[in-house]
């Protein structure tokens, strides 16, 4: 169950690693995600039912992801809607679009192959194929994300973010900036729901609900643990929180508690991180007056 759970921390650190890219970066959350992911395994796990490989289909399901940015990207910079508003409606569409693909709620790949079956050797004990498939994931995007935002255009994207006004006064196009950014973050969290997808066997329209709390948690919780960071720690840190996560969730399951509540217990656990620096100002502040004090 431990190595289960480490392997799908490595897949579900994907999911965490392309909402840094909006919520730490462009500094809004994208509601989006909670229509991307799931397409990104209905895509691929439709395409693979129809005959194309799993790479393949899992390249097709990064390519609805960063679709489905795009729409959410041109709704915010050139229809003026509210960046949340926008991915809402973007979210909201793409269950229509999902059901119009896989023409039912759901799809399974019962006698199709995945991704994971190169890595399904006697040999090798189970779920270490989970491990295999997720790390080659991580290291392929943590890897290029680093190489991007090292770039002149990636730092660009980060100016955007940090302050847009200044971004704009030397020059940069932050409309452009924030479209690119919703394509690549939606892309990088398509293919989180492309191998979980095949991870689980199926795809389901209703996979979505609940995951931006998810890459949110696996984000706080890693930046709570490490605390000040460069930015390739920061990567790390992420898909770091997002093992400790599924570990806490293995906890639940392991305690006897009711798994129909995870998302609630996602929320929580998201609450409590969020409140930590909080906490530990509030003691720094009554350390500093009891110093006084004495």
């Known amino acids: 169950m431990i190595i289960s759970s480490i392997g799908q921390g490595f897949l579900w650190s994907i999911l965490g690693l392309g909402v ?3 919520y730490r970066i462009l500094d809004f959350p994208d509601m989006t995600t909670e229509g991307s992911f799931p397409l990104g395994g209905v895509v691929c796990v439709t395409a693979i039912v ?8 899992t390249l097709l399901g990064i390519g609805a992801g960063m679709i489905a940015g795009l729409v959410t990207g041109l709704l915010y910079t050139k229809g003026k809607i509210p960046v949340i508003l926008s991915g809402i409606l973007v979210m909201s569409s793409l269950n229509a679009v999902m059901l119009f693909v896989m023409k039912s709620p759901n799809l399974s790949l019962l006698n199709h192959s995945s991704l994971f079956d190169l890595f399904r050797i006697s040999s090798i004990p189970e779920y270490y194929d989970t491990i295999f498939v997720g790390l080659i994931a991580v290291i392929v995007v943590v890897t290029c994300l680093y190489f991007f935002f090292n770039t002149q255009f990636g730092q660009a994207y980060i100016a955007t973010g940090d302050n847009e006004q200044m971004a704009k ?10 479209i690119i950014g919703l394509v690549l973050s939606n892309g990088v969290i398509a293919l989180s729901g492309a191998l979980i997808a095949q991870n689980d066997g199926y795809a389901d329209v209703s996979k979505g609900i609940g995951v ?16 000040e960071l460069t930015f390739f720690e920061r990567l790390l840190a992420i898909v770091i929180g997002s093992i400790i996560y599924q570990l806490l969730i293995l906890l639940v399951i392991r305690v006897g508690l009711d798994t129909t509540y995870l998302k609630f217990f ?10 930590i620096p909080r906490f530990k100002e509030l ?3 009554n350390n500093r007056l009891k ?3 004495n």
Do not use: N, Q, R, W
Not at 50 to 57: A, E, T, V
Not at 268 to 275: F, G, K, Q, R, T
């Open 283 to 285: 003691l720094g502040l």
């Open 169 to 178: 006064s030397l020059g940069i196009k932050t409309d452009k900036m924030k």
């Open 50 to 57: 129809h005959g194309f490989s799993p790479l393949m289909g």
């Open 20 to 22: 840094f890219m909006t």
């Open 291 to 293: 110093k006084e004090e």
């Open 212 to 227: 931006i709390v998810i890459g949110l948690a696996s984000i706080i919780i890693g930046e709570v643990l490490y605390g």
């Open 266 to 275: 996602s929320a929580v656990v998201l609450a409590i991180c969020l409140l």
